[in-house]
């Protein structure tokens, strides 16, 4: 599933194309992804203006002009697709140009064109081979209060998030780390949101902790070194186009690299990087793989 790092790639690679650009030939190939499209939802994207692009956790979060926010999760196997035609094509050309080129046709679900201020036109593609991914339209009062996003957690890249607002989240909590991390702030004590399976096994692994290390035994200087684990293993992804592993691409088509630089993640039985003699293990928490070093995770 693609992760926060993927979700962010994503929104970088979409924003030259939508922010600022109006919505027009909008079509869909089928009813539903995971949940059925929103009600009117080609009518109410027709001719709308994308004012800025954001993710909150591991959502998509496109404004429009309209007061309605167009919100899409990719699930385990969505990407969007962002291509411009090479010539200055008139209208009936641009058109004939959108609905002739539809590649990997059968898994097609989604498609717009997207026109700039300044005449630049793309065509805007989603693909969902699982279809678990989905879209959703809804009202600036009403995001924070939808299941999806009530009580989501602080972003992990934000300024929100250092090691007293983390201490403050595991205080008391008789779970072990992997599990606080991977639990997006849904509970009472909050959280962190859009952390998965991937980071937070690279993010233990710098910070030098153990999965199962209690959340309650955490100390200032542990919970200050997981705090700069995963911001920098983030940022780390973000830059490097994410980790394509499975079937995710960047809106542009290209793959990302960060899987070439996991220093746990899916090593299970190779050395550990920190050359400590130790060999990397799996084991399962909630039904996820965690990989760690069992020398110098503690």
């Not at 309605?68 to 699930?75: A, K, M, R, Y």
């Not at 592993?245 to 920190?274: N, W």
């Amino acid at each position: 599933m693609p992760e926060l790092p993927e979700v962010e790639t994503v929104r970088r690679g979409l924003e030259p194309h939508l922010q600022g650009a109006k919505l027009s030939q909008v079509r869909l190939h089928r009813p539903n992804l995971r949940y059925p499209f929103p009600e009117r939802f080609v009518e109410r994207l027709e001719g709308a203006e994308v004012l800025r692009l954001e993710r909150r956790a591991k959502y998509l979060l496109f404004y429009l002009d309209t007061q309605d926010i167009w919100v899409t999760h990719l699930g385990m196997t969505g990407r969007f697709q962002a291509t411009r035609p090479e010539m200055n094509d008139s209208p009936e050309d641009l058109a004939r140009y959108y609905h002739a080129v539809a590649p990997d046709e059968k898994h097609l679900h989604f498609q717009c064109l997207a026109t700039l201020p300044n005449g630049e036109v793309s065509r805007i593609d989603y693909y969902d081979p699982r279809r678990f991914g989905f879209m959703l339209l809804l009202k600036p009062d009403e995001l924070y209060e939808s299941k999806w996003f009530r009580g989501l957690g602080v972003e992990p890249l934000s300024d929100e998030l250092n090691a007293g607002v983390l201490l403050k989240m595991v205080g008391g909590r008789n779970i072990n780390l992997k599990a606080l991390l991977m639990a997006q702030g849904h509970e009472k004590r909050g959280g962190i949101a859009g952390l998965g399976n991937i980071y937070v096994c690279e993010a233990l692994w710098r910070a030098r902790l153990n999965p199962d290390h209690k959340a309650s035994a955490l100390t200032r200087k542990e919970a200050g070194a997981l705090v700069e684990g995963i911001k920098t293993v983030l940022e780390e992804a973000v830059a490097s186009g994410g980790s394509s592993i499975s079937d995710f691409a960047a809106a542009s088509g290209e793959l990302g690299y960060f899987q070439h630089r996991f220093c746990v993640y899916d090593r299970k039985g190779q050395p550990c990087p920190r050359q400590d003699g130790g060999l990397i293990e799996r084991k399962v928490h909630q039904g996820r793989s965690s990989f760690y070093c069992p020398v110098c995770q503690k």
